[in-house]
């Protein structure tokens, strides 16, 4: 009965073109299973492959074992409910899983994700859920060139006349503007925050970092935060006030921002403080201009106190960038400028900027 059953089968697939499955074709990869990872991939004719993950060390990589059948496979963990990078390298080639569909785009290569199922803020509930829009256009302030930005409007948006404060929230260098929604979940926290009553609903503007081309000359990319700023500043808050019902004055807009963005955040927020009054800067450090691009914000602690209702500051104690971060916090202790400092476990990477801004934006807008 077997042997007929799959006779008809091979007959079916053959009369509509179709050929039988190969072992590329079963692949699975990535699987998970009670936090557990399992890594798979087809390549008969490799000689070595292996597997790297942001969980991991940089230097550190997982040797996967070839099967018979030429798939090489290998499991990790468990890891906590979170989101996780990845890519193989294959004889000395790295490549995003070839079977899985989730992939981390970047501005210059891309890898895979995976995510381990939890309860956790940044993982869907059964909650209102808002909604997320794909904004596109020509930058006058950048010559010309075209820009994405991603909006998350609260629920309830569409349905309401009511007006909204705003975050604008930055990503990290080599990413895109989709990185807080596809990544970040910036938007499901947002969503599960609101649902619990921690959180003001709030607009999410997500702008492309990347004002100077990624992998510019070292010259060039030194514009990319003044740059930025006039992009932000000059062309996307005016364009995000005309086309949403938002709060003006700074008490209704806040910056925050990872890594590169972080450093965006700091400098948006310390030079324009008539127009924000909360500030978080995620897993970034001290500028080397400090003190003198933000000479009018440090040497006058007692007003740029009273306008900064948040002034948040964050650093993984295994992310590359803490020594710079420490000197940050202590270049604003020396100023009297007041904020608040937080180190904790983790390196960088979206695990830690998800809790982050879990953590970040219920003090917003109170």
């Known amino acids: ?33 009670g936090g557990r990872i399992s890594f798979r991939i087809y390549a008969p004719e490799a000689k070595s492959v292996t597997l790297n993950g942001d969980w991991m060390k940089a ?7 070839k099967g018979a059948d030429g798939v090489w496979s290998a499991t990790v963990g468990p890891l906590e409910p979170q989101v996780y990078l990845y890519s193989f390298n294959v004889d000395g080639m790295n490549i995003a899983d070839p079977v899985n569909p989730r992939m981390k785009l970047r501005a210059r290569t891309s890898a895979s994700l995976v995510e381990v199922p939890g309860s ?13 829009e794909m904004l596109t256009h020509r930058s006058k302030a950048l010559n010309g060139a075209e820009r994405q930005v991603f909006v998350y409007t609260p629920p309830g948006y569409s349905k309401s006349k009511a007006a909204y404060p705003v975050l604008y929230l930055f990503h990290g260098s080599n990413d895109v503007a989709a990185g807080w929604t ?23 503007v997500m702008p492309w970092g990347h004002a100077v081309p990624f992998g510019s000359p070292r010259e060039v990319q030194a514009r990319n935060t003044e740059l930025h700023e006039r992009y932000v500043v000059d062309e996307v808050m005016p364009w995000i ?34 127009k924000f009054s909360h500030v978080g800067v995620f897993s970034s450090g001290k500028p080397a201009d400090l003190e003198t691009r933000y000479a009018a914000a440090l040497s006058d602690a007692k007003q740029t106190n009273s306008r900064l209702k948040v002034f948040w500051i964050g650093v993984g104690t295994e992310d590359f960038a803490l020594e710079r971060a420490r000197a940050l916090h202590a ?30 934006a219920p003090k917003l807008f109170r």
Do not use: C
């Not at 006779?7 to 990535?30: C, E, H, K, M, N």
């Not at 599960?192 to 709030?202: C, S, T, Y």
């Not at 100023?335 to 979206?350: D, K, L």
């Open 1 to 33: 009965m077997k042997s007929a059953a799959l006779l008809l089968l091979t007959l079916s697939i053959a009369a509509f073109g179709q050929q039988p499955p190969t072992v590329a074709d079963r692949v699975v990869s990535p699987a998970v299973e």
């Open 59 to 65: 230097a550190d990589k997982v040797a996967l074992t």
């Open 120 to 132: 956790e803020l940044w993982q869907l509930r059964d909650v209102p859920h808002g909604k997320v």
């Open 182 to 204: 596809w990544t970040g979940n910036a938007h499901l926290i947002l969503d599960n925050l609101i649902a619990e009553g921690k959180a003001v609903p709030m607009i999410i």
């Open 241 to 274: 006030d005309a086309e949403y019902r938002v709060k003006k004055g700074p008490a209704q807009r806040a910056v925050v921002g990872l890594s590169m963005g972080g450093g965006q955040a700091l400098n948006i927020g310390l030079r324009h403080l008539d």
């Open 331 to 360: 270049a604003l202790d020396k100023a009297a400028i007041r904020h608040e400092y937080v180190e904790t476990g983790g390196g960088h990477f979206y695990p830690v900027w998800r809790r982050y801004l879990s953590v970040v």
